[in-house]
């Protein structure tokens, strides 16, 4: 019965001519409905593999990748799917000169910050210090159309769910790429001694996160800060030698369905997190136990001392 009915649409579609296919029918499509769509049949197949058609899905979905030309549909399988954390971080075999961010932060739907950045990956100074890609200069904002108007418990709940992100980085080299975004929020805090709001995107790869910061400031909630952070479950940042390895892994891992990525990453964060405070109590204990046994022995030291003192009168 199902193969009847698969050959009697694409009987049907094969009736359709091929300019309404292409022009009124594959260009309404987002790039997961046109993937699917290209598996129903060799036309269909033959005319969704059209890489006009896929350059045109990424730039609409990430405009900031407007310039990206190689095997656009490539790409945005790379881009869309979920990344997989499941596998092992393995060394870098072919370090990269250069690492390319493509970062679109939307409001409402509403672009308001769409750049592209190129980071230099062979200094020192970039192997050996915390990486931190840093988006927006210190001295200028970005103005939104976001009014903060009166503060209360649900502006953090409407900003998670009216702001999203998407932070590409691209191999250039091996051409490969990877969203360490969210897409929406993990958390939304205000900072109440400054007013500033912090959003944050994140990844958990492994035993680490990729935190992406978006940081308000003022009543008209302009962006003074987007940045991206590779951090351990200590709280430390990893230098930029140790986050390339982490990024080509999940650039070259595997890949789940990109549908489940604001719930898979919100899950992951709030795992990591959740280990994050055990191993902090944990240290703490540790901490603590180690006080003790110094003041216990400094009390028994100082006891001995004491009983040697008065035996030698």
């Not at 009847?4 to 296919?21: A, G, M, P």
């Not at 029918?25 to 769509?37: H, K, Q």
């Not at 399988?77 to 072919?94: F, I, K, N, Q, R």
């Amino acid at each position: 019965m199902a193969d009847s009915s698969s050959s009697t649409v694409t009987d049907l579609i094969s009736t359709v001519h091929q300019d309404i296919i292409e022009v009124h029918i594959l260009t309404r499509l987002d790039g997961p409905t046109l993937a699917s769509l290209s598996c129903a049949s060799t036309l269909l197949h033959k005319l969704a593999s059209n890489e006009l058609l896929w350059s045109k899905i990424c730039r609409s979905t990430w405009p900031s990748t407007a310039t990206i030309s190689d095997d656009p549909r490539s790409f945005f399988s790379d881009v869309y799917s979920v990344l997989d954390t499941g596998g092992s971080v393995s060394d870098l075999d072919h370090p990269f000169p250069e690492l390319i961010s493509a970062v679109d932060l939307h409001y409402r739907g509403k672009l308001i910050l769409s750049r592209i950045v190129k980071t230099e990956t062979t200094t020192a100074w970039f192997l050996s210090s915390p990486l931190s890609i840093d988006l927006v200069d210190a001295k200028d904002t970005v103005e939104t159309p976001i009014k903060r108007g009166r503060w209360t418990e649900d502006t953090c709940r409407d900003l998670e769910q009216d702001l999203t992100l998407s932070w590409i980085v691209i191999d250039p080299v091996v051409k490969r790429a990877a969203n360490l975004s969210s897409h929406r929020p993990v958390s939304v805090q205000r900072n109440w001694l400054s007013g500033e709001v912090e959003a944050k995107f994140a990844t958990v790869v492994g035993s680490v996160e990729c935190v992406i910061t978006v940081v308000t400031c003022g009543e008209e909630m302009h962006v003074k800060e987007v940045s991206l952070k590779v951090e351990e479950m200590e709280g430390t940042s990893l230098n930029g030698k140790d986050s390339l390895v982490i990024l080509r892994s999940v650039m070259e891992g595997k890949r789940g369905n990109g549908r489940r990525r604001e719930a898979e990453s919100k899950w992951r964060h709030e795992e990591f997190m959740e280990k994050k405070r055990e191993l902090k109590e944990k240290k703490m204990r540790v901490e603590w136990v180690f006080d003790i046994l110094t003041v216990a022995v400094g009390v028994l030291g100082f006891g001995t001392l004491v009983g040697f003192c008065l035996w030698s009168r």
